[in-house]
């Protein structure tokens, strides 16, 4: 009677974003990898010869952690709040698996998973271009993937979280606002974070961003970042840890009654 | 386990804060049965779904299904439910098969299979030349079916239908009639909601009426007419209109079994039809119109649940 099961849950909700992807991927291409090279061609290059080098490197290899890391927070973001709230509120596709054996977790597991895959593309694709450039100086550099991983279930599940309480989508227009902008400008991206006045420094201590840039720029330069790699990624875990917990209390809260 | 009910509630209650949707009902539903919730909006059918569905917790009471406890297994009943929601919850950007794969994969069932089953039940249920389209421009009806089919991915041993045919048009519903009748000779159990009271005639082999959260009647479609109506029912117009109805009824007493003045005509609850038009005549009443019917099921729900408009 029992079925015996060819795929876990958690893949299979993995599979149905996989098989959105497939039909959606054309429209992703440019505001994840396009986007990505032509900062880093203007800023890195452009910005870049007036700047000089910075922290004892030329400035397109000093920005390129940094957006690599910043592409990775921008996905984990932008994927995590319209096509969550729609898939509870338009699409209903998670009342749809409610119905099957896939379960809560599973549900925010397949959708990080998700996440993770299409961060591990764009990385890969942009590390590529950038060897091009000379912008990779160590051997360590492939572990920004790694990093960026992290990052993305970091952000991303508190996002998700967030996505799945709300009801409205005029919420994600604060959440841009007032966190992910200054976030993005502010987390030692374009510029080193002891250029702010120490509130901001302190702030860009909390942004999961920054962390995410010191362990990228101390990979593909090859030099130890700010603090320990132990406190940096502890500090990403952290994030990543309690926004699974609170992602899947929020689904929770929505799904059962 | 061949015989034992499929779903056995006893006391089961859902409360929503001080709203108490269902309000401490006892049923059983046996293998191959089809078996109906019917009732006005609110009266508790949709909420005592989702808890046989497993996604809604029962505040009180005892919910088995297929054997099992329907809080703490969960995850095991729901493998071998088949739920078409009364909400569409089709994934618009996937194709038609897509949908049914994607689905089918939910259960754990291998690719290859996934794939074998969605073209059957595509098949089965008509869409196969929709296989490879998108879901968005599909009818309402389309829709529906594909969401059936979707339901027996799994090749479930019950199937949930929460108001199947709600806001389609007379084919659509007749085509979805004629499929999940056919299901039900394949030995499939059904359950299903609905309002629809031609539709409870139609599959239904046993049916409750609920009402403000509780069971009212329970019975087979013909069962419940016999103990709740008459044979036929005889509808009144009279030329006078809407004035003269409550006069009209008071002369009417003792002609039927009952008597139950509408704004625009009575009806007459009685056994022979023929017998009470003719004692209508020997007390001199002149109706202008006159129809003589069988009694529906719907006589039984309006005299159980009341005329008033629940919205």
Redesign the interface.
């Known amino acids: ?9 958690t893949f ?2 993995l ?2 974003h996989l ?2 992807y497939r ?2 991927w054309q429209a992703s291409v440019f505001s994840s990898f396009v986007m990505p090279v032509l900062f880093l061609l203007s800023i890195g290059i452009g910005v870049g010869g007036y700047v000089g080098s910075v922290q004892g490197v030329d400035y397109l290899s000093w920005i390129v952690p940094g957006v690599l890391a910043s592409t990775a927070f921008q996905i984990a973001v932008g994927e995590s709040t319209y096509a969550v709230l729609g898939d509870f509120k338009w ?3 998670y ?9 809560v977790a599973d549900m925010v597991r397949g959708h990080l998973l998700y996440l993770v895959f299409r961060v591990t593309v764009t990385v890969l694709a942009f590390l590529v271009v950038v060897v091009f450039f000379g912008g990779l100086h160590s051997p360590w550099a492939p572990a920004t993937v790694l990093v960026c991983a992290l990052v993305t279930v970091a952000v991303a599940a508190p996002v998700t979280a967030f996505a799945a309480t709300i009801d409205q989508d005029s919420y994600f227009a604060l959440l841009f606002r007032l966190i992910v902008l200054p976030a993005a400008l502010f987390s030692g991206v374009f510029f080193p974070v002891e250029q702010l006045v120490v509130g901001f420094r302190l702030l860009a201590y909390a942004s999961p961003l920054w962390h995410a840039v010191e362990l990228c720029r101390a990979a593909t330069l090859g030099r130890a970042p700010a603090w320990p790699v132990w406190a940096h990624a502890g500090y990403l875990l952290v994030w990543a840890v309690v926004g699974v917990v609170l992602a899947v209390r929020a689904f929770r809260g929505r ?3 | 386990m061949a015989d034992q009910p499929l779903i056995v509630a006893r006391g089961l209650v859902k409360r ?1 804060g001080d709203f108490t949707a269902v309000d401490g009902i006892d049923l059983e539903v046996a293998p191959g049965e089809a078996f109906g919730f019917l009732g006005p909006n609110g009266a508790g059918k949709s909420s005592t779904m ?1 808890m046989i ?1 497993c ?3 029962p505040t009180a009471g005892e919910l088995r299904i297929l054997g099992m406890d329907a809080v703490r297994d969960g ?2 009943i ?4 088949g ?1 078409c ?1 009364q ?8 194709t038609v098969r ?1 949908n049914l794969v ?2 089918a ?6 690719r290859a ?1 996934s794939r074998r089953r969605a073209d059957e039940l595509l098949e089965f249920v008509q869409l196969s030349d929709r296989a490879n389209g998108k879901v968005e421009p599909l009818s309402g009806g389309m829709k529906r079916r594909l969401t059936i089919a979707r339901a027996m991915v ?1 090749e479930p041993d019950l199937v949930l239908l929460d108001e199947p045919t709600t806001g389609l048009d007379p084919q659509a519903r007749h085509l979805l009639w004629e499929r999940l009748f056919r299901l039900k000779q394949r030995g499939a159990t059904l359950v299903l909601t609905t309002h629809y009271m031609d539709e409870a005639e139609q599959l239904c082999d046993r049916l409750v009426v609920m009402d403000g959260g509780r069971i009212v009647a329970e019975g087979s479609p013909r069962s419940l007419i016999e103990t709740y109506s008459t044979a036929e029912v005889v509808e009144l117009r009279f030329p006078d209109g809407l004035e003269g109805v409550a006069g009209h009824a008071a002369a009417l007493a003792g002609v039927g079994k009952r008597v139950d003045p509408l704004p625009d005509r009575v009806l007459v609850y009685v056994d022979d039809g023929d017998a009470a038009l003719a004692e209508v005549q020997r007390r001199g009443l002149e109706p202008s119109s006159v129809l003589v019917r069988r009694s529906t099921l719907e006589d039984v729900f309006l005299h159980l649940t009341g005329r008033t408009l629940v919205d």
């Open positions: 009677m029992a079925l015996t099961r060819s795929v876990h849950p299979a909700v599979e149905r098989t959105l039909r959606l699409v209903r596709a009342h749809a698996m409610r119905a099957t054996p896939v379960n799904l059962e009654d | 929503f989702r569905g996604v809604s917790v995850p095991r729901r493998a071998r439910l739920v929601p909400l569409d919850n089709l994934d618009p950007d996937l897509e994607t689905y994969r939910y259960f754990g069932l291998s299979e799994n």
